[in-house]
């Protein structure tokens, strides 16, 4: 896969790929064959520099138009120099009920032709999602996080189940979740305890005990509760909880994205 990115990478630069990119934006998605996505890019992109990818699957009946228009998603992304892609799913939703689904392919197609379309910086390639879509940023993840060299995953109230036996995994999971989420309920572990909703990773990832990394926030009406895992066998493990239900937090997004690509704190 990393001689398939380095190949792929090289094709931006053949005139054809401005002319492809001119061809879909926003609202009007990228055909794949019979699926397709959405994209946004970043403001005042040169054109030819290399750029960070955030894969934003949508939640439960929405498409790509909506977080490629999103203020807590593209407005993120384009003010950080990173381009926004979001998939379709297949009649609004994602299958991510048991391992390589016919989603995590069509995720893998997707990274593929946005490196045919766009320079991407392939070391900074994320994976994110809200609700439904979670869980299945989650599911490509678990199934292709290393062979498609994912940096980090960022996963917004939605986990696979905590026993789940992942093939692979990415290079770091961040990951934030509502303790009054009444939609996809918080998973409590044992005796209540709240850093269960990244059991899976801390287990793959071979990490000890989690610190407390103290409360944040962007808006003055949300705090957030972070527990991080850095004495990990590989990669990093850092779970945001909030008192809130099943929503994306403001500024969420683009603290992690603000941390992951050295930038200094802002919000949006």
């Not at 950080?80 to 299958?95: C, D, F, M, Y």
Request: include cysteine.
């Amino acid at each position: 896969m990393t001689h398939l990115f380095a190949l792929l990478a090289l094709l931006w630069a053949v005139p054809a790929a401005a002319a492809q990119r001119d061809l879909c934006h926003l609202d009007v998605p990228c055909a794949l064959g019979d699926r397709s996505y959405h994209v946004k890019e970043p403001d005042g992109w040169d054109g030819i520099s290399p750029l960070p990818v955030l894969i934003h699957f949508h939640g439960w009946q929405r498409t790509g138009a909506l977080p490629v228009q999103h203020q807590r998603i593209s407005g993120s992304t384009r003010r950080r120099g990173v381009l926004l892609i979001a998939p379709n799913g297949n009649r609004k939703t994602w299958n991510f009920w048991s391992a390589e689904t016919e989603d995590v392919g069509f995720a893998q197609e997707v990274i593929e032709d946005v490196l045919r379309r766009y320079p991407v910086d392939t070391d900074n390639i994320f994976l994110s999602g809200y609700s439904y879509g979670s869980i299945m940023a989650w599911r490509v993840a678990c199934d292709r996080g290393t062979r498609l060299n994912v940096r980090a995953l960022l996963g917004i109230s939605g986990t696979l189940n905590q026993s789940e036996d992942c093939a692979e995994a990415p290079g770091e999971v961040r990951h934030v979740h509502g303790l009054k989420d009444g939609v996809l309920d918080f998973p409590y572990g044992p005796d209540g305890d709240t850093t269960y909703p990244v059991a899976l990773w801390r287990d793959r990832m071979g990490c000890g005990t989690g610190r407390d990394a103290g409360t944040w926030n962007q808006v003055d009406f949300l705090t957030l509760a972070r527990t991080e895992w850095t004495d990990c066998a590989s990669g990093r493990v850092t779970l945001d909880v909030h008192p809130g239900g099943h929503f994306i937090p403001h500024g969420w997004i683009a603290r992690q994205l603000d941390e992951l690509l050295g930038l200094p704190h802002a919000y949006p």
